[in-house]
T-cell receptor, first 115, second 113 residues
Framework: NAGVTQTPKFQVLKTGQSMTLQCAQDMNHEYMSWYRQDPGMGLRLIHYSVGAGITDQGEVPNGYNVSRSTTEDFPLRLLSAAPSQTSVYFC??????????????FGPGTRLLVL | DAKTTQPNSMESNEEEPVHLPCNHSTISGTDYIHWYRQLPSQGPEYVIHGLTSNVNNRMASLAIAEDRKSSTLILHRATLRDAAVYYCILRPYSGAGSYQLTFGKGTKLSVIP
């Protein structure tokens, strides 16, 4: 299994540009989520999904959009990039329920710089 | 949401045991205690979790106080690869909060050769 993959690894945007951060998992996990991590801080939840067609907002959803058309993919869209969105973005997935479902798997991250 | 308190940083000598403390005095009866770690420039990785009883796995041990208001992550023999930020996280058993992990700033562990 490749686990959770994210593309691109690094991206530079100009203020006002839009882009999509890609996330995919091959573990057939129902739960997927997006976090951002600012320097010296812990991760904060942006959006999450409990299955295909179902998404909900996390702690810091403003300026971001998500959709979940398949179990495998959970893209994050920046509608109009702002310097405040400069951060490292992590995608994560886990199975529902207890046991193995307790383990959340994180991708390697996308480093985004907005000028 | 129940919060956790961890020291900002700790140091350990290589091959020595490390005890990383976490206080969670407002924990509810249905909160699981999770530990994740984040190596430099990587995403977080799962370490261990528990509810009431002490837990062991190949990476670490988790000691949970009888009143569940604190816990300790134990690395039995620290290696250089264990240098990371360790996060103690409470996750509800069910409900909307069960879908996410709420990260604090964690404890930065430095391992001295």
């Amino acid at each position: 299994n490749a686990g959770v993959t994210q593309t691109p690894k690094f991206q530079v945007l100009k203020t006002g540009q839009s882009m999509t951060l890609q996330c995919a998992q091959d573990m057939n996990h129902e739960y997927m989520s997006w976090y951002r991590q600012d320097p010296g801080m812990g991760l904060r939840l942006i959006h999450y999904s409990v299955g295909a067609g179902i998404t909900d907002q996390g702690e810091v959803p403003n300026g971001y959009n998500v959709s979940r058309s398949t179990t495998e993919d959970f893209p994050l869209r920046l509608l109009s990039a702002a310097p405040s969105q400069t951060s490292v973005y992590f995608c994560a997935s886990r199975a529902p329920g207890q046991g193995k479902g307790e383990t959340q798997y994180f991708g390697p991250g996308t480093r985004l710089l907005v000028l | 949401d129940a919060k956790t308190t961890q020291p900002n940083s700790m140091e350990s000598n290589e091959e020595e045991p490390v005890h990383l403390p976490c206080n969670h005095s407002t924990i509810s009866g249905t909160d699981y205690i999770h530990w994740y770690r984040q190596l430099p420039s990587q995403g977080p990785e799962y370490v261990i979790h528990g509810l009431t009883s002490n837990v062991n796995n190949r990476m670490a041990s988790l000691a949970i106080a009888e009143d569940r208001k604190s816990s300790t992550l134990i690395l039995h023999r620290a290696t250089l690869r264990d240098a990371a930020v360790y996060y103690c996280i409470l996750r509800p058993y069910s409900g909307a909060g069960s879908y996410q992990l709420t990260f604090g700033k964690g404890t930065k562990l430095s391992v001295i050769p």
